[in-house]
């Protein structure tokens, strides 16, 4: 096992960059997740550190060796691909062992190491068939043996579980998520669906555009994002953004008055901003709260029952669409007037260019999230 | 055909056809009757036409004057010896040329073929250039391309003999398709020129066909090129060589024009179809000629079967390994 640091890589095809100098310390044992919109070159970053891409300036390490310059099979790393890539003419056994022939293992050793992953993945039973044989989770199940065989220093996966239906990808990142607690390997891990994101990382990388936008937990990215693209690009549904006016600046509590009329409190540390300036307030859609005591009223337009939650849709004044989360079905009716409120301590506040406010809000007002929904859906 | 055939067979089976089946399988055979009556006339009546015209003493001046004479074309015994197709030296000699000129020819081009395939897969600047380049052999007549080889093999005025001597690696001219040592190979070399490109292109299709991805999965497993290739990218290419490799000996089984054209009827290169010719033609021998093109189409269909079945035998034969 080995980290990973990335020294302001650069790569460009032709004279299109697409990684805008990326910095980053993978620590050994570390699972970090990148994620982003499809095209934000997560998946180039990946195979710049595979070395299956050049890098175009700035120095990858691998166990604190550069590896600029070096093959992918020297940099000593094993990659699972979202199309698995087997070899469908080998068997399950020939594609782990196809990578180990070469290396100086004796025949028995192969053999050995090969049935000891098998049993860990349970394809003990599957190693005469062919990929065409085999399910996609037995497929990737596959790749990834054939990437734990080789022993590597760092796994590299690159959108591994895209390829399958919903049930199978939750109890392959549980899979991953076990060997990786059991093997302490460290591994990057590319993904565009945020809740494996959220769900195997120790940390997350946010990118876009060939930049890194926020490095962090998953809870920190969660509850913290620095600006308004990892606040809106964390979470499902998205953050509803509305535009507003900076009225009143202070250290523990900013008043905002919204393009949509209503005037508020948010929990945000904003001293030194100007009084007047455009900012957009942030709150996700299970932080609101529909209270019938509020004097913000708004048209319900569309209701989403999900069973274990409802989403309502209902458009401010200026036409920006809020989304609503509650839990449980609701007893509203698509057409009617909501009247809701934004508790100030669940607010994020971004300046005109989207960076972020510190928040002040405590750990504490995050617990209380759950009991106050419950209670106002009674 | 088989589809409809099929279906009708399975809505038979339960009793009762629907009205939607009935119109379905009228509409497929209605639409079938164009190729089925096109192939009819060209190529069943032609077919059986020669068939039985094998079976008789016709002659090219008179067809009417044709009687059946059952197998005599094919064997007969006059006093004690023996006649006909299957006793003639020189129809076995035909036979063996055009199978030694069909295995070394399609062997080639097969190598050069996937090499000239190889090349043309990688990315490099101008590649589409070379791809044209490449099949202009191919897009040649035939008739035209062996009058020019012919010319240039020529044993007085052929620029290939004048090459060799400038070069001092011949001290006399050779006269490459009069000389029964080398006439065969001329002939080889020739076709190898014209249809390596049909090949390569076959071959490249059928690399194109291969995923990317495990060939990124072998660089990170740090597999090799050289074994690469040979692990992975000739089983894969297997079934497309395959497909090439019968187009091609089938192909080359009926070799007529580059032969008749650069050698005329010379016994050294004369393949099947040139013996017919000169039976049919030259000696106007109309029942001999088309037992001889009976004989020549047997084998062909024999060597295709044979080469279907060696071709999925192996396919299975890796799936039990």
């Known amino acids: ?378 | 055909m088989a589809l409809a055939l099929s279906s009708g067979e399975q809505v038979g089976a339960g009793g009762n056809r629907s009205q939607l089946t009935t119109a379905r399988i009228r509409a497929a055979w209605l639409f079938l009757s164009p190729m089925l009556i096109a192939l009819a006339v060209v190529a069943a009546w032609p077919l059986a036409r020669t068939f039985w015209l094998g079976f008789t003493d016709a002659n090219l001046s008179d067809l009417s004057q044709s009687q059946f004479i059952g197998f005599e074309n094919f064997y007969a015994v006059y006093d004690g010896e023996a006649y006909g197709l299957l006793v003639d030296p020189e129809w076995w000699n035909a036979v063996g040329n055009t199978l030694y000129f069909t295995v070394v020819s399609v062997a080639l081009e097969t190598v050069f073929g996937l090499v000239i395939a190889l090349v043309l897969h990688a990315n490099f600047k101008g590649r589409g250039l070379v791809r044209t380049a490449v099949l202009i052999p191919w897009a040649i007549p035939t008739i035209v391309s062996a009058r020019m080889w012919g010319w240039m093999l020529h044993d007085q005025f052929g620029v290939i003999n004048a090459a060799l001597m400038t070069l001092g690696i011949i001290d006399t001219p050779i006269a490459w398709t009069a000389n029964p040592d080398t006439a065969m190979w001329a002939v080889i070399i020739v076709d190898v020129w014209k249809t390596t490109p049909f090949m390569a292109l076959l071959i490249l299709a059928g690399l194109q066909m291969l995923p990317n991805d495990i060939y990124e999965a072998a660089k990170v497993d740090g597999v090799g090129p050289v074994r690469v290739f040979f692990r992975v990218t000739l089983p894969l290419l297997r079934p497309a060589i395959v497909v090439a490799v019968v187009f091609r000996a089938l192909d080359a089984l009926r070799i007529f024009d580059l032969i008749y054209v650069l050698t005329s009827n010379s016994t050294d290169t004369m393949s099947m179809s040139v013996y017919t010719k000169q039976q049919l033609i030259d000696f106007q021998e109309m029942g001999y000629g088309s037992a001889a093109a009976t004989l020549l189409f047997m084998i062909v269909a024999f060597m295709t079967v044979i080469t279907l079945i060696a071709g999925k035998l192996r396919f299975d034969g890796e799936g039990e390994r």
């Open chain 1, 1 to 378: 096992m080995a980290d990973v640091t990335l020294r302001s890589v650069k790569k460009s095809f032709g004279k299109t960059a697409v990684i805008h100098g990326v910095d980053l310390v993978i620590n050994q044992g570390e699972l970090v997740v990148f994620v982003g919109p499809s095209g934000c070159g997560k998946s180039t970053l990946l195979r710049l550190i595979a070395g299956l891409e050049d890098i175009s300036g700035g120095d990858i390490l691998i166990g604190g060796e550069v590896v600029n310059n070096r093959s992918p099979k020297d940099r000593q790393i094993a990659m699972v691909f979202q199309s698995y890539a087997l070899y469908p003419h080998m068997s399950v056994f020939q594609n782990m062992s196809f990578g180990l022939q070469l290396s100086r293992h004796s025949k028995q050793e192969i053999k050995e190491k090969v049935h000891e992953v098998a049993k860990v993945l349970e394809l003990t039973d599957l190693l005469e068939r062919k990929p065409k044989q085999l399910s996609g989770g037995q497929r990737q199940r596959v790749a990834i043996g054939r990437a734990i065989v080789r022993n590597p220093r760092v796994f590299l996966f690159d959108e591994p579980l895209s390829n399958l239906d919903a049930a199978l990808r939750v109890q392959m990142r549980i899979e991953i998520a076990k060997l990786h607690r059991e093997m302490g390997a460290t591994m990057v891990y590319v993904t565009h669906d945020q809740v494996e994101a959220m769900t195997l990382a120790d940390r997350i990388v946010v990118l876009s555009a060939g930049r890194i936008e926020q490095v962090g937990a998953p809870l920190e990215l969660y509850h913290k994002p620095c600006n308004k693209f990892v606040a809106g690009f964390i979470g499902s549904p998205k953050m509803n953004f509305m535009r507003g006016t900076l009225m009143e600046a202070g250290s523990q509590t900013t008043t905002v008055k919204l393009d949509a009329g209503p005037v508020i409190t948010v929990g945000v540390d904003s001293s030194g901003a100007a009084v007047g300036s455009a900012v957009t307030v942030g709150i996700r859609p299970e932080h609101i709260l529909v209270d019938q005591n509020s004097s913000l009223e708004l048209p319900l337009e569309v209701i989403e029952e999900l069973g274990e939650s409802h989403f309502l849709y209902a458009p401010l004044s200026t036409g920006e669409m809020l989304t609503i989360q509650g839990r449980g079905d609701t007893t509203l009716a698509a057409g009617s007037a909501i009247r809701i409120q934004f508790p100030e301590e669940h607010c994020h506040l971004f300046d005109a260019d989207g960076k972020a406010f510190a928040r002040t809000a405590s750990a504490k007002a995050e617990e209380q999230f759950d009991f106050r929904t419950l209670t106002t859906q009674q």
